[in-house]
Every structure is written in structure tokens, then in C-alpha cells.
């Protein structure tokens, strides 16, 4: 295969070796901490594609297609010493130096999650995992097995089902209550946005047909009019505040298990999207004693008002380096498209009559927002239908126009996942990055048209019209929403098929990413909505040390077999100079 063709790969080298190397100084005596040598090292460190992804002329590719622009990196300390061949490479060893062959592995900028929740993610690693799991008698399968050990009286709760691909048969409290009498159950669905459990757990709730609904929400009721034991949207809360708040150790515990699994998936930093009290204080618990092998950047949850009244008062970090980095604000402006509760500009085509919630209506609070914006903080908004992403984007606007100091920011619309042809445009002008998730296209396409109609859908997940219109991108998962690996994350923006390659040429294919820029979206691209550009997101001297190494080349595979991507397999994660994971 010509990913695995070094000998092409050190011919090419010696093209592009002007460009792409850092001659070393013989008149320095540095030595390096680390060497990774026989590599094929894509630096991104030429010019950015063309708005329609074009390759630019100063980029490793030619009529063959795609090359690596160096074949060797050498770190000191935290940051990059050298990078190009092994022999120049070599020169920087001394006694101390690890030298690592990678035998013609890939190496690329340190991949970012740009939105993530890595609390969630280790909860659902430490709960029953309910992914991909297609039928209401397979999940209650998983909870009937995890109650065998399981003490009596003790709540059960599972997470993953898809709440958009079972939208049109939701479950109720039937099966699950019969099947698991004895536990209180909740069952939480893949991007939270529906729940549903058993008697018991209403029972331990205090919910009955008389129970007021939170503004926002839906409870589902049965034929005889009591609840169904299935809740939407704001609704979901009325079941999940009844579970009894785990420990802190126990947070600390799964968050840790989220963050190196985050490790050992190659991403050397992630953005956690709607951190509270409790939380924000775990992590500052865990930075102070060293302990975040992934670097962190905090995104404050709206919702925790006295937390934002607290941060507003104290102003964002201002520092870019720590393991730990907090200067923006996630809110939540509409529901899912899943299950309905996007906002949208017209009716629903599956459901007359309806639109969807947003702002006042999902928790959203104006004020508190623009206060935020004002101070400072960077926002980021959760926006999924077609008028909840105008709204919040004229929200933006606003501010911006009263204080124009705000512009600068960086703000970002979270998802992005149907807009308007009129509003498209608007990110780019505003400077708002969009932040999206590829696999949601590709887990969405089997009822996204059945929700929004053959000409809405133009419009949701246009990762190529924004980037023509001059919008920003970064690219992320959403996780534990959606599978994080790196390699289904790419294909699923290259090909814009699923995990079973279908459908053939791609759903909605013109709006594909290339290589150089998916590879871009998860790296560079979300360093600069981290406001850490000239730090990271390419590999140079003096950047820092953030490097992932995988056992394929994205960039050869997006033109030759974009299919092997979703075998492909995270060789080394490297974070701040140290090997934080190691296959």
C-alpha cells in the first residue's frame, strides 16, 4: 500500500526538505528529551486549503498525490527542538535521549476534541453502555444482566440509546418494569435529550399524572393516563434528578477513566462542554496535583449561574499553557433534532404543528449570557434547528454590535447542525467558529430528511457551504454522544458514509471535507478556537510538544482507501513533551 512506501516518501523528502525542515545550528549543543525517527510526518505547517479545498501549491502533494513533509521530530522538554530527516534528527541525541523507530507510522499535530464530556464519558464506561444497541429487548437485556450483581433497591442506569433513530417507536416503562422489578432504572439516550425508566424509578421520583412538567419538557403518558416512564427533552430532568448524585470520588474516579481513554485515543487536548460546581472544582483539584494527562479547556456551564456570577467577577484565564484553561461559556439554546425539540423556522415535515423549543423555553438566560460575553468570555452556544441557530447567532450579533470589543472572542455556535441559506453567511462575518460533529451526519442521515424535508436538509451539516461562506470550523464528537475515535471521525467527514461505507458516493457528498482539512478541523483549526494557534496545531520548533502517531496516513487513505480508516489504530499519544500513552 503507498502509505507504507518510504522509499517514495524519502525521495519526495528531498523535495520539500527546504520547506518543511528546521536546520539544526551545529554552533547549539541542545539535546533532545525525545526523538521519533522513520516516521512520515505531515507538519500542516504549509498554507491552509482554498475554501473549496484546494490544495495549496506550497503543500506535500503533487500529480502522485499526497507526501510527508518531514520523516523525524525531536522534542526538549515540553516543547518541538527539531523537525525533518533522521540523519539531521540524530544529531540532537545525547546520553538521556529516548529514540523511538515508528517504522513508518504517521504523525500529525496533537488531535483536539474540540466538544466533549469527559464526565459523561467515563460514567458510561462505568455504567452500562447502551451504544448501538437497536431494540428496546436488547437494552433491557444489558440492565436484566447488570441487576444479577447489583444489590436490591440499588438504581441501575444505562446510556446510548439513540433517541433519534427511535423516535418513532419510543419505549415505555412496561418491558423494563416487568423485566427488572426490584431496581430503580433510568435509561438515558445517546445526546441526553430523552430518557425513560421503570415504576420504580417513577416511583422513587414521586412523578404521577399530576407531576407539572418543566417549560421545555414532555412527559409521555400510557392509555390509562398515568406516565409512560418516557420523557423529552427539559422532561428528562424530572427522572435523572431522582438519581442519587454520586460521590465526588466517584466523579473523580470516572472522569479519570474518561480522559485516558481520551489519551490512549491520541487526542492531547479536549474542550469539555458544560462543566458545573462540582465539576470545575474536581478539575482544579486534579491540575493542582498534576494529574490531567490531556490538556483541558473548560467550557462553564450557563445553567450554573452562580458559578458564571463567580467566573464573571474573577474574568477568564488569560494563559493559554496550563493543563487547565477556562475562559468560556457553554450554553444551551434549543433541544435535539432527534427528538424533536430542535428549533425550527418552519413545522416539523414529520410532525405538523410543531417547532420545537428554544431560549427562555430550554433554561437559556439572555442576560447572564451577554454579561458573560461582556467580560470577556468566549461563548459557546448549543444550536441545532434552523431558527435556533438565527436566534442565537442574532443573539451574538447583538451583543457585538453594542460592545464591539466582544467580536474578539471568538464565539462559537455548538453543532450547527441546520441553518438557513440566509444565515450561513453570517458566521463568517461575525467571526463565529462553527463547532461540529461529522459521525452526527452520518448516525442522523437514516430520519434527519424525515424531520426537515427535501429542501431543509441542504442545509444541515453543510460543512462545506460554511466553509465557503468564509465560516470557521472545528471539528469534535460530542462524546459520549457519538463514537470519538479519530479514525471514524475522519471518514465520516471525507466520505460522508457511515461505518458501513453506505451510502455509496456519500449522503449529501458535496459537502465533504478533504483530508487536509478534516486532519485540520480536529488539530489546527481547533487550536486556534482555543485561542492557542502559535502555540499548537502544527509541528515546528518551538511549538509544543503535542504530537499524535497513528498506524495509517489519513491523508494517502482519504484518496486511495478511505475505508481502511476505521481500522486504523492510535500508536503513541504525546501531550506537553511526555508519552502519556504508548501501544
Request: aromatic fraction near 8%.
Amino acid at each position: 500500500m503507498r502509505q507504507m512506501n518510504l522509499l517514495a516518501a524519502v525521495v519526495f523528502l528531498g523535495l520539500v526538505a527546504s520547506c518543511a525542515e528546521d536546520h539544526p545550528d551545529p554552533t547549539k549543543a541542545e539535546t533532545a528529551s525525545l526523538i521519533l525517527t522513520n516516521a512520515r510526518v505531515y507538519t500542516l505547517n504549509w498554507d491552509e486549503p482554498a475554501l473549496d479545498g484546494t490544495v495549496m501549491p506550497n503543500a506535500p502533494h503533487d500529480e502522485g498525490g499526497w507526501h510527508p513533509d518531514a520523516e523525524a521530530v525531536a522534542t526538549q522538554g515540553r516543547e518541538i527542538l527539531f523537525v525533518g530527516s533522521n540523519d539531521d534528527a540524530m544529531k540532537f541525541k545525547g546520553e538521556s535521549t529516548r529514540v523511538i523507530d515508528l517504522a513508518g507510522a504517521t504523525v500529525i499535530p496533537g488531535l483536539v476534541d474540540s466538544h466533549t464530556h469527559i464526565f459523561g464519558l467515563g460514567a458510561l464506561l462505568d455504567q452500562v453502555n447502551l451504544v448501538d444497541v437497536a431494540t428496546e429487548e436488547a437494552a433491557v437485556a444489558l440492565i436484566v444482566e447488570r441487576a444479577k450483581s447489583v444489590p436490591p433497591g440499588e438504581w441501575i442506569v444505562g446510556r446510548g440509546w439513540d433517541e433519534g433513530a427511535w423516535a418513532n417507536r419510543y419505549p415505555d416503562k412496561a418491558m423494563l418494569t416487568l423485566a427488572v422489578p426490584n431496581h430503580p432504572v433510568f435509561m438515558d439516550s445517546l445526546h441526553g435529550f430523552a430518557g425513560w425508566g421503570n415504576q420504580m424509578a417513577l416511583d422513587a421520583a414521586g412523578i404521577s399524572a399530576k407531576t407539572e412538567v418543566p417549560v421545555g419538557g414532555e412527559m409521555r403518558l400510557g392509555s390509562d393516563g398515568q406516565p409512560s416512564g418516557l420523557f423529552l427533552n427539559q422532561g428528562v430532568e424530572m427522572l435523572r434528578a431522582a438519581i442519587p448524585a454520586p460521590s465526588r470520588e466517584t466523579l473523580t474516579n470516572q472522569f479519570l477513566l474518561g480522559i485516558r481513554q481520551m489519551a490512549a485515543d491520541g487526542y492531547t487536548a479536549i474542550h469539555d462542554a458544560g462543566l458545573d460546581t462540582q465539576q470545575m472544582s474536581i478539575l482544579e483539584e486534579l491540575e493542582a496535583a498534576d494529574k490531567l494527562p490531556v490538556r483541558v479547556y473548560a467550557m462553564l456551564s450557563l445553567r450554573d449561574e452562580e458559578l458564571i456570577r463567580k467566573w464573571i467577577e474573577k474574568g477568564p484565564d488569560t494563559d493559554t499553557d496550563s493543563m487547565l484553561v477556562t475562559r468560556t461559556v457553554k450554553a444551551y439554546y434549543d433541544g435535539a433534532l432527534g427528538s424533536r425539540g430542535a428549533r425550527l423556522l418552519y413545522d416539523y415535515a414529520d410532525q405538523p404543528g410543531h417547532r420545537g423549543i428554544s431560549g427562555d423555553g430550554y433554561g437559556f438566560n439572555q442576560e447572564l449570557n451577554a454579561e458573560a460575553m461582556k467580560a470577556g468570555f468566549q461563548i459557546a452556544v448549543h444550536a441545532i434547528g434552523d431558527a435556533g441557530n438565527r436566534e442565537a447567532i442574532d443573539i451574538l450579533e447583538h451583543v457585538i454590535k453594542e460592545n464591539p470589543s466582544t467580536a474578539r472572542n471568538r464565539h462559537r455556535i455548538e453543532h450547527a447542525q441546520v441553518i438557513s441559506p440566509d444565515d450561513i453567511p453570517r458566521l463568517g462575518q461575525l467571526g463565529i467558529i462553527a463547532s461540529m460533529e461529522p459521525p452526527h451526519a452520518m448516525e442522523d442521515k437514516t430520519w434527519a430528511e424525515e424531520r426537515l424535508g427535501p429542501e431543509r436538509i441542504l442545509g444541515a451539516y453543510a460543512w462545506r457551504s460554511l466553509r465557503e461562506s468564509g465560516a470557521r470550523l472545528t471539528f469534535n464528537s460530542d462524546n459520549p454522544g457519538s463514537d470519538h475515535t479519530i479514525f471514524y471521525g475522519l471518514h465520516s467527514a471525507i466520505t460522508r458514509q457511515d461505518k458501513n461505507q453506505q451510502p455509496e458516493g456519500g449522503w449529501y457528498a458535496d459537502q465533504r471535507m478533504t483530508a487536509d482539512e478534516a486532519v485540520r478541523a480536529y488539530s489546527t483549526w481547533s487550536a486556534y478556537a482555543s485561542f492557542r494557534e502559535d502555540e499548537t496545531g502544527i509541528i515546528a520548533a518551538d511549538r509544543w510538544a503535542d504530537l499524535t502517531v497513528m498506524d495509517v496516513d489519513p491523508f494517502v487513505l482519504a484518496d486511495d482507501n478511505p475505508g481502511a480508516f476505521l481500522g486504523g489504530r492510535i500508536i503513541m499519544t504525546i501531550v506537553d513533551g511526555k508519552i502519556v500513552y504508548e501501544r
